[in-house]
């Protein structure tokens, strides 16, 4: 963790009190142009200095021999395409590539995995290189070292021999393993024996080195690299934010895993550690994405005191159109009520027939709808008057019921109903009355309840703390016992819901079933078919009226001890533990408050919370278990590398393993490796029965190494193939030495 913050430092990002840092996130590489070199005739026309390619498939580095470091240093990539508007075909190389929208889109790389399969966009980068070194002969008079991957086809060989010998007219070439020139160049004395371990771009790669000479037969290959991890990174990202408002590149991925990951010292031990809030701030890193935030205008005081005038004067207009519909609305009931009253009056002119015609007419069936519309209408007209002129409303009288005490012998038909009606409004205004009098009652007994729980909390405070602490105890743990049981009888599987699920086919059964099912009875298949378990389903909803009364009733307790524990806080309540408290909030989320909703920052939706995955991406190298990889562990296949060597020649393989490549600059490997190889070695009294090292630069050495060999005249002239020998023996023809790959016949 401190070569992480020392790292952070070392980026000029300041840890804040959290140790929580918003890395802002690039969107792509940035364009860096590669240099032309213009010395060639006057430093290297003239000489045979040997030209040294390190062709890797993430990044090509080439130089002359006679320097320390490599003149050309750029990805190993092209793109091709075609201008439309200006009728111009367009070729990019290396770094040149992101220059370019179209270059980036159209970007294609001569391997397939580690290995060279496509020679004519090897051959544009070859080009690109001797032209930036300024070889502008139509020959390459100069010997050439080329690193190549382990266990390199034939076929593929030799389609690089032919480039190089019959497009170039090179001299003579010399292959090796990139991993076993950087083990030359940390230490040429102890390169006769080792291990290498190459954990490169695509695979890693564990290598024996035993008395000077490879054994390629006892290598072996872990499908785990940066480019797999890079991908495991873009994946746990997409399933983490699977609605990010921005689409994640590779390319962001890749920086992620550069960036933040580490190597955990136990993972079991450090995936715990997460769960502590406290270490949590210290390794959670949040990646700030770029995003647009809205432009908010902010007005002047003029303009807001226009605005508040328009408003007033827009509710003044409404207040006018309220008043002029409520005028139109009386007249309207006005002239409906001296209608009813005409056709009242105009009983006893007009003939039955024609009477009942008319009120028909006007929607009523017979007269005593006529006098409820009348009385209806009265009473609205009087309330809006009393409303416009600002007369509150008098007290209503008890409702009185005087055809109740009548016998029916002494009424009339019409009366008759009407008494109907009448004990039907009388029913309902004592209904209503006796639930006025239960809510009076009620009303007293919870003040009566909360006067006695006051004296009782004054006289013995602490006894009733304890009463109410475990009342709420009791009602907590009766809600969760409800919930865990509820999502028990929501999985077929569980032996809750199997239960519930035989008692309702008991009940279904028109017959008891027996005690003991014998043999040759017919066996019960209720359940076996989805739609007995959708029937279960409905028989199964429980009211939510009780969970209800129960969750008032535990906000109840808890106010009360929120006003009078000072032990009892907010953090302490039931709603406290809600899912934005849970781990997986804060693994998504981070400790911080988050809630997008009320647009508490519209940064916070556009940021990655990068936490697990720093230590479950390297992880997989150790464990490729965890990505559904069907291989052994990095340690694990160091193991069986040793097993297949005598107790001395294990001795001196332990003594020296070299880390090497790109993932070798992940913080924590070379530590982890310390400890996990002391694991499968026997016991010794020496402390010093094993060394592990990184290499002193993981990128270059492979280059250096290399540039190392070509130095070596003599060396060269043992192990360099020559336009000769590949004329006679083939382009997949190679000379056997400690560096390279051997010699396999078809």
């Given at each position: 963790?401190?070569?992480?913050?020392?790292q952070?430092?070392?980026?000029?990002?300041?840890?804040?009190?959290?140790h929580?840092?918003?890395?802002?996130?690039?969107?792509?590489?940035?364009?860096?142009?590669?240099?032309?070199?213009?010395?060639?005739?006057?430093?290297?026309?003239?000489?045979?200095?040997?030209?040294?390619?390190?062709?890797?498939s993430?990044?090509?580095?080439?130089g002359?021999?006679?320097?320390?470091?490599?003149?050309?240093?750029?990805?190993?990539?092209?793109?091709?395409?075609?201008?439309?508007?200006?009728?111009?075909?367009?070729?990019?190389?290396?770094?040149d590539?992101?220059?370019?929208v179209?270059?980036?889109?159209?970007?294609?790389?001569?391997?397939?995995?580690?290995?060279?399969?496509n020679?004519?966009?090897?051959e544009t980068?070859?080009?690109?290189?001797?032209?930036?070194?300024?070889i502008?002969?139509?020959?390459i008079?100069?010997?050439l070292?080329?690193?190549?991957?382990?266990c390199?086809?034939?076929?593929?060989?030799n389609?690089?021999?032919?480039?190089?010998?019959?497009s170039?007219?090179?001299?003579?070439?010399?292959?090796g393993?990139?991993?076993?020139?950087?083990?030359?160049?940390?230490?040429?004395?102890?390169?006769?024996?080792?291990?290498?371990?190459?954990?490169?771009?695509?695979?890693?790669?564990?290598i024996?080195?035993?008395?000077?000479?490879?054994?390629?037969?006892?290598?072996?290959?872990?499908?785990?690299?940066?480019?797999?991890?890079?991908?495991?990174?873009?994946?746990?990202?997409?399933?983490?934010?699977?609605?990010?408002?921005?689409?994640?590149?590779?390319f962001?991925?890749?920086?992620?895993?550069?960036?933040?990951?580490?190597?955990?010292?136990?993972?079991?031990?450090?995936?715990a550690?997460?769960?502590?809030?406290?270490?949590f701030?210290?390794?959670d890193?949040?990646?700030?994405f770029?995003?647009?935030?809205?432009?908010?205008?902010?007005?002047?005081?003029?303009?807001?005191?226009?605005?508040?005038?328009?408003?007033?004067?827009?509710?003044?207009?409404?207040?006018?159109?309220?008043?002029?519909?409520?005028?139109?609305?009386?007249?309207?009931?006005?002239?409906?009520?001296?209608?009813?009253?005409?056709?009242?009056?105009?009983?006893?002119?007009?003939?039955?027939?024609?009477?009942?015609?008319?009120l028909?007419?006007?929607?009523?069936?017979?007269?005593?709808?006529?006098?409820?519309?009348?009385?209806t209408?009265d009473?609205?007209?009087?309330?809006?008057?009393?409303?416009?002129l600002g007369?509150?409303e008098?007290?209503?009288?008890?409702?009185?019921?005087?055809?109740?005490s009548?016998?029916?012998?002494?009424l009339?038909?019409?009366?008759?109903?009407?008494?109907?009606?009448q004990?039907?409004?009388?029913a309902?205004?004592?209904?209503r009355?006796?639930?006025?009098?239960?809510k009076?009652?009620?009303?007293?007994?919870?003040?009566?309840?909360?006067r006695?729980?006051a004296?009782?909390?004054?006289?013995?405070?602490?006894k009733?703390?304890?009463e109410?602490?475990?009342?709420?105890?009791?009602?907590?743990d009766?809600?969760?016992a409800?919930?865990?049981?509820?999502q028990?009888?929501?999985?077929?599987?569980?032996?809750?819901s199997?239960?519930?699920?035989?008692?309702?086919a008991?009940?279904?059964?028109?017959?008891?079933?027996?005690?003991?099912?014998?043999?040759?009875?017919?066996?019960?298949?209720?359940?076996?078919?989805d739609?007995?378990?959708?029937?279960?389903?409905?028989?199964?909803?429980?009211?939510?009226?009780?969970?209800?009364?129960?969750?008032t009733?535990?906000?109840?307790?808890?106010?009360?001890?929120?006003?009078?524990?000072?032990?009892f806080?907010?953090?302490?309540t039931?709603?406290?533990?809600?899912?934005?408290?849970?781990?997986?909030?804060?693994?998504?989320?981070?400790?911080?408050?988050?809630?997008?909703?009320?647009?508490?920052?519209?940064?916070?939706?556009?940021?990655?919370?990068?936490?697990?995955?720093?230590?479950?991406?390297?992880?997989?190298?150790?464990?490729?278990?965890?990505?559904?990889?069907d291989?052994?562990g990095?340690?694990?296949?160091?193991?069986?590398?040793?097993?297949r060597?005598?107790?001395?020649?294990?001795?001196?393989?332990?003594?020296?393993?070299?880390?090497?490549?790109?993932?070798?600059?992940v913080?924590?490997?070379?530590?982890?490796?310390?400890?996990?190889?002391?694991?499968?070695?026997?016991?010794?009294?020496?402390?010093k029965?094993?060394?592990?090292?990184?290499?002193?630069?993981?990128?270059?050495?492979?280059?250096?190494?290399?540039?190392?060999v070509?130095?070596?005249s003599?060396?060269?002239?043992?192990?360099a193939?020559?336009?000769?020998?590949?004329?006679?023996?083939?382009?997949?023809?190679i000379k056997?030495?400690?560096l390279?790959?051997?010699?396999?016949?078809?």
């Open positions: 963790m401190a070569r992480q913050e020392q952070d430092t070392d980026m000029g990002l300041d840890l804040d009190e959290d929580v840092v918003l890395y802002p996130m690039q969107t792509e590489k940035q364009y860096a142009p590669t240099p032309d070199y213009s010395d060639y005739k006057e430093s290297f026309a003239s000489t045979s200095t040997p030209l040294v390619i390190d062709n890797g993430w990044q090509c580095r080439a002359w021999a006679t320097e320390d470091r490599p003149r050309l240093i750029f990805d190993n990539q092209i793109a091709k395409f075609r201008d439309r508007k200006a009728n111009i075909s367009n070729t990019f190389v290396g770094n590539v992101y220059s370019d179209l270059a980036r889109s159209n970007a294609r790389t001569a391997f397939d995995g580690t290995v060279m399969c020679p004519e966009i090897m980068v070859l080009d690109y290189i001797f032209i930036k070194l300024g502008d002969a139509e020959e008079n100069h010997p070292v080329m690193t190549e991957p382990v390199v086809p034939l076929y593929n060989r389609l690089m021999s032919e480039l190089l010998f019959e170039y007219q090179v001299p003579s070439v010399t292959y393993i990139d991993s076993l020139f950087s083990l030359y160049a940390n230490d040429s004395e102890r390169s006769r024996d080792g291990i290498v371990v190459s954990a490169g771009h695509h695979f890693s790669h564990i024996p080195v035993s008395g000077g000479r490879v054994h390629m037969e006892h290598a072996k290959r872990i499908s785990y690299g940066g480019v797999p991890a890079s991908e495991y990174m873009l994946k746990l990202m997409q399933m983490k934010y699977p609605t990010f408002p921005v689409k994640m590149t590779t962001q991925s890749e920086t992620l895993f550069i960036n933040h990951t580490y190597v955990a010292h136990d993972y079991l031990e450090e995936l550690s997460y769960e502590d809030p406290e270490v701030k210290t390794k890193r949040v990646v700030q770029p995003f647009v935030a809205p432009v908010i205008e902010e007005k002047s005081e003029e303009e807001q005191a226009k605005l508040a005038a328009k408003r007033k004067e827009q509710g003044r207009r409404l207040q006018e159109q309220a008043a002029k519909a409520r005028l139109e609305k009386l007249i309207q009931r006005e002239q409906d009520l001296e209608q009813y009253m005409a056709l009242k009056n105009s009983r006893t002119t007009l003939k039955k027939v024609e009477w009942m015609e008319q028909k007419s006007m929607g009523l069936k017979e007269e005593a709808d006529l006098d409820a519309a009348i009385k209408t009473a609205a007209i009087k309330r809006a008057r009393n409303k416009e007369i509150e008098e007290e209503k009288e008890p409702p009185t019921f005087p055809l109740l009548v016998p029916d012998e002494e009339s038909e019409a009366d008759r109903k009407e008494k109907k009606k004990r039907l409004l009388k309902s205004y004592d209904a009355m006796r639930a006025k009098a239960a009076a009652e009620e009303a007293a007994h919870q003040e009566e309840l909360a006695l729980e004296e009782k909390r004054e006289k013995e405070p602490q009733w703390l304890a109410m602490h475990a009342k709420r105890q009791e009602l907590v009766k809600i969760k409800k919930k865990q049981l509820r028990q009888l929501s999985d077929r599987r569980s032996h809750a199997q239960l519930r699920m035989k008692s309702i008991a009940l279904a059964s028109d017959s008891p079933p027996p005690k003991r099912r014998r043999k040759g009875q017919d066996e019960d298949t209720f359940g076996q078919d739609e007995d378990w959708m029937v279960y389903r409905e028989i199964s909803r429980d009211d939510d009226s009780e969970d209800e009364e129960e969750a009733l535990l906000n109840d307790y808890e106010q009360q001890l929120l006003k009078h524990d000072p032990n806080h907010e953090e302490h039931m709603n406290a533990y809600t899912p934005k408290n849970s781990f997986l909030h804060y693994y998504a989320n981070g400790l911080g408050p988050y809630d997008p909703a009320v647009g508490l920052s519209l940064a916070q939706t556009y940021q990655l919370h990068v936490n697990v995955e720093r230590i479950r991406v390297p992880e997989a190298l150790f464990q490729p278990g965890i990505i559904g990889l291989q052994t990095l340690i694990e296949t160091i193991q069986d590398v040793l097993k060597f005598d107790a001395q020649a294990r001795q001196r393989l332990v003594q020296n393993v070299l880390v090497t490549g790109g993932v070798a600059q913080p924590g490997l070379i530590d982890r490796l310390n400890n996990s190889i002391r694991s499968i070695l026997p016991y010794s009294p020496d402390k029965t094993y060394e592990v090292r990184a290499a002193r630069d993981c990128l270059l050495d492979a280059w250096k190494g290399a540039a190392m070509a130095r070596d003599r060396r060269m002239q043992r192990i193939v020559t336009r000769q020998e590949y004329e006679e023996y083939g382009g997949s023809y056997e030495h400690e390279g790959n051997v010699q396999v016949t078809a």
